[in-house]
């Protein structure tokens, strides 16, 4: 299901915790698991599951909770914005708006080519660097004004 | 860099260059004197916790705890395992100063946490790093690597007998993990919901063993507690409120950013040192630690010293030292509006009066600021609020009451004017202004 380097990855995060706690490296391994693929289909988190010996449920439930899981395919790029209070105060939700009249999506949408899913974001903690947003769970965006938006949609095409 | 300004740095001293957070560098600032001194004269564990009470250095997550008094409360003769963990779980929107401690200062955290382990016997942590900084993730873990390397973390550190292993764990997207119980159920690798308490963490915590869980800042103030007593640290602050704080100021300022002051200087220090509000327009409010906190108006914040006391006297809490300043150009229903959404989302759902009382929060200030607000609303927004507080498991419930309330007590006017006329008092384009982002229009 996954490749070496992933599975190598996962026994990684596993020895970080005590050898009977492996369940503890669910949150990591559902992660690497969605790196490589992209998103999170259930095969994925049963394959994980399974590898850690935990019940699939439990390992559905995880992924289910946290917000940066995909459970549905998305596009190349994910981007989060953060909209919330200190970032929307220096223009969060006017860059949010700015990517959905250049996307031609609204959030929660894939562009029809793939490449683009918006998705709103809460606080990133680093709302000093407002407006900032998130490119595949990864990579921060900081202080993107209009012109950074666009370099950065022309840079990931 | 991020921190743009400082008096008396203790946290942030020296931190020149970008090669600031490695091991070498923080070694050459005086880094992990503290801990080698204290595993070289095996300093007994009671004098270690003596001092840090004495410094009364309290917790940076939020509460304010004393947190020589945690420490003290760890079972001393716990036959098994202990843990430390860290919260560096970072989601309070407005904060974002334990990303730069562990981005500019990692082997502060390292060090802290080291001591606090050998103070408290344990020989494992965790630090929980929130899920959306990985780059921040990364290099910590590059900084535990290096600290490995060097036998500062490991088994017999430094051949002095003394074990602790340190790790990196990441969130991914749930701002309830930095509740310190829900934190632990998500490093077991469950849904993170906070538990009933009692049992505390330190009798019941991570694996149901005794733990001890701090904020980021404050592990990372130990190694100067110990390196430079007790008495210095707390005289750099003030009594009851010992030592410096990061605070990341945020919103409508000219230079938002972290600052490392000593607590008791005024707010207006603080603003003037991030630039004063952006364009020199007015400020109209202030949120002083953090969504959760009550905001305070202008006139109150101006009168302020930056410590817990005095801005709980003022009617708030300083919380996790996030303050997110507003200007005239806020509509304050719309800010109340976005943050009740956070908080709706955010509830676990565990409890049901935050899960169904954010919901009514939210969908009640949604429809004030969208024009559809009733006469009523502003009590059943008030009774929605004492319904939830004090009746659930965790402090959610109130931090998601507490904005509302302060909002609707402070801006009534606004809020009235909002269902009455069934638009903002600030018109749309001066709010618009007010975000800068499209420069062209301001
Ligand atoms: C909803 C909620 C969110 C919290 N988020 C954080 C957080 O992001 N970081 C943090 O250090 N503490 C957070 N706390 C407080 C922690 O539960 C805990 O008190 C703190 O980590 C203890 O560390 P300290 O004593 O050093 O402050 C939060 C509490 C609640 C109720
Ligand atoms: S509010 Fe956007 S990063 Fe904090």
Not at chain 1, 60 to 89: I, Q, R, W
Not at chain 2, 110 to 120: C, F, L, P, R, V
Not at chain 2, 342 to 362: A, D, H, N
Not at chain 2, 371 to 383: F, K, N
Request: aromatic residues 10%; hydrophobic residues 35%.
């Amino acid at each position: 299901m996954l490749t070496t380097e992933s599975i190598q990855k996962i026994d990684r995060e596993i020895a970080k915790y005590p050898p009977d706690r492996k369940q503890s490296a669910v949150m990591a391994a559902l992660a690497i698991a969605q790196e490589e693929l992209g998103w999170l289909p259930n095969e994925a988190i049963e394959f994980v599951a399974n590898y850690l010996g935990m019940e699939p449920i439990a390992a559905y439930e995880v992924a289910s909770f946290y917000n940066m899981y995909d459970l549905k395919p998305v596009g190349k790029h994910k981007l989060t914005v953060c909209t919330n209070l200190p970032c929307m105060l220096s223009g969060g939700v006017d860059a949010a708006e700015y990517l959905k009249m250049k996307l031609g999506i609204d959030f929660n949408e894939t562009t029809p080519d793939g490449r683009f899913t918006l998705k709103e974001g809460e606080c990133m903690g680093a709302c000093g660097d407002a407006p900032v947003m998130l490119v595949n769970n990864r990579r921060m965006c900081s202080c993107m004004q209009p012109e950074q938006i666009d370099n950065l949609l022309a840079e990931l095409e | 860099m991020a921190i743009l300004g400082a008096i008396n740095p203790m946290l942030t001293v020296g931190l020149d260059g970008d090669n600031a957070w490695r091991l070498d560098d923080y070694v050459k600032r005086g880094g992990y004197s503290a801990l080698k001194k204290i595993i070289a004269e095996k300093t007994p564990t009671d004098q270690i916790i003596k001092e840090v009470k004495k410094s009364v250095l309290r917790g940076r997550g939020g509460a304010g705890f004393p947190t020589g008094l945690k420490w003290s409360f760890m079972p001393k003769y716990f036959p098994g395992d202990k843990y430390v963990i860290c919260n560096s779980d970072e989601g309070e929107p407005g904060t974002f100063k334990d990303r730069d401690i562990l981005r500019y200062n990692p082997h502060s955290v390292i060090e802290g946490m080291a001591i606090a382990a050998y103070a408290i016997g344990a020989a494992r942590g965790y630090n929980y790093i929130h899920g959306e900084i990985w780059e921040i993730y990364k290099r910590f873990e590059e900084a535990l690597d290096e600290a490995r390397a060097a036998g500062l973390i490991g088994k017999n550190i430094l051949g002095s007998g003394f074990d602790f292993e340190l790790f990196a764990h990441h969130g991914y997207g749930a701002y309830i993990c930095g509740e310190e119980s829900a934190l632990l159920d998500s490093i077991e690798g469950k849904k993170g919901q906070p538990r009933f308490k009692p049992p505390f963490p330190a009798n019941y915590g991570l694996y149901g063993k005794p733990t001890t869980v701090n904020n980021t800042e404050t592990f990372s103030a130990v190694p100067f507690i110990l390196n430079h007593g007790a008495d210095a640290y707390l005289e750099a602050g003030k009594p009851n409120n010992g030592g410096t704080k990061l605070f990341s100021v945020s919103g409508h300022v000219n230079r938002p950013g972290n600052y490392e002051i000593p607590l008791g200087t005024p707010f207006a220090t603080l603003l003037e040192m991030a630039g004063g509000v952006r364009g020199g327009r007015k400020l109209k409010a202030c949120i002083p630690g953090g969504s959760s906190a009550p905001v305070l108006p202008a006139q109150t914040i101006m009168d302020c010293t930056m410590d817990f006391d005095s801005i709980s006297k003022a009617g708030s809490m300083l919380g996790s030292g996030a303050v997110i300043v507003m200007d005239e150009t806020t509509c304050m229903v719309r800010a109340l509006e976005r943050l009740s959404y956070f908080y709706y989302e955010e509830s676990c759902g565990q409890c049901t009066p935050c899960r169904e009382g954010t919901s009514w929060l939210y969908k009640v200030v949604h429809r004030i600021e969208h024009g559809q607000g009733r006469a009523d609303d502003l009590d059943l927004l008030r009774s929605v609020t004492t319904n939830i507080m004090g009746r659930t498991i965790c402090a959610l419930g109130d931090a998601a009451s507490m904005p509302v309330q302060s909002f609707v007590k402070h801006f009534q006017d606004e809020f009235a004017y909002h269902i009455e006329h069934k638009k903002c008092l600030v018109p749309p384009e001066i709010q618009r202004a007010g975000s800068g982002f499209f420069k062209a229009t301001v």
